[in-house]
């Protein structure tokens, strides 16, 4: 039988861990350059068709003209910000929660994804990211030489 040494701070001090890394903001930051890329990351929804991947991403109070959605190396880029409201100095308020300032999002596509023909749209405060696939190489027969 072994005998175990019971150390409670040890279960302290993983919860410390566990926390920091839940809260650890370099998730949205560049880890070359260590600057900060975003401020908020919204959230998606990931669709495969037979045909195609569908992408929905929530941007609500997002201008059009502040989306920006580019693909580079096989990397579909999610970016823009949300502009900050301007408020009357007589305004009180109890509680702001919704997030201003900076958006990233970025997805690696799969090698059947058809770089040439992805199409984006957005209505109603969400953006819709549409990656088709390349028809799959069928298999041929070789013929063996003797």
Not at 5 to 13: A, F, H, T
Not at 16 to 29: A, P, W
Not at 68 to 97: D, I
Not at 103 to 127: E, I, N, Q, Y
């Amino acid at each position: 039988m072994a005998l175990m040494r019971y150390e409670p701070l040890n279960l302290l001090n993983q919860l410390q861990r566990e926390v920091n890394r839940l809260f650890d903001t370099s998730r949205f930051g560049d880890e070359e350059t260590g600057h900060m890329l975003a401020d908020w990351m919204p959230a998606v929804d990931i669709k495969e068709e037979p045909t195609q991947f569908v992408i929905h991403a929530d941007l609500p109070g997002v201008d059009l003209k502040d989306i920006e959605v580019t693909l580079e190396n096989g990397v579909l880029t999610l970016k823009g910000q949300r502009a900050s409201e301007k408020k009357e100095e007589t305004e009180q308020y109890r509680r702001v929660e919704r997030v201003r300032g900076t958006f990233l999002r970025r997805f690696s596509l799969p090698d059947v994804a058809d770089a040439d023909k992805v199409a984006a749209k957005c209505k109603d405060g969400v953006l819709e990211v549409v990656v088709p696939k390349r028809e799959a190489a069928q298999p041929r027969r070789i013929a063996i030489e003797s």
